[in-house]
């Protein structure tokens, strides 16, 4: 059974950067397009960055573009969200999330068509 395990959430000052980690679990990780999603209190949860299977293939959300970046280490079994120029508008929970069972191309960036989910992990940012 595959597991998605988020790391390297924190607090932070506005200007400031973080990198999250999201460890899977299993073999076939190569298989899966990534993703990571965010929701703030009160909002629903919203796309932030996707990745295709090789790595190739990256999409930012318009509002992170410039300042996040995503990738992925195959070896590792582990996608990355480095996270710079945050501002208090990108607090949130983010999620890791994996498309797995279903034919991946490219990058994926709504919330149904990915599979499982991680736990999530807060990050906090303060003017």
């Known amino acids: 059974q595959v597991q998605l395990v988020e790391s390297g959430g924190g607090s932070v000052q506005a200007g400031g950067s973080l990198r999250l980690s999201c460890a899977a679990s299993g073999r076939t990780f190569s298989n899966y397009a990534m993703g990571w999603f965010r929701q703030a209190p009160g909002k629903e949860r919203e796309f932030a960055a996707g990745?295709?299977?090789?790595?190739?293939?990256?999409s930012l959300a318009d509002s992170v573009k410039g300042r996040f970046s995503i990738s992925r280490d195959n070896v590792r079994n582990t996608v990355y969200l480095q996270m710079n120029s945050l501002q208090p508008e990108d607090t949130a929970v983010y999620y890791c999330a994996a498309r797995i069972g279903r034919p991946s191309r490219g990058t994926y960036s709504e919330v149904d068509e990915y599979d499982l989910w991680g736990q999530g992990t807060q990050v906090t940012v303060s003017s």
């Open positions: 990745i295709s299977r090789s790595g190739v293939s990256t």
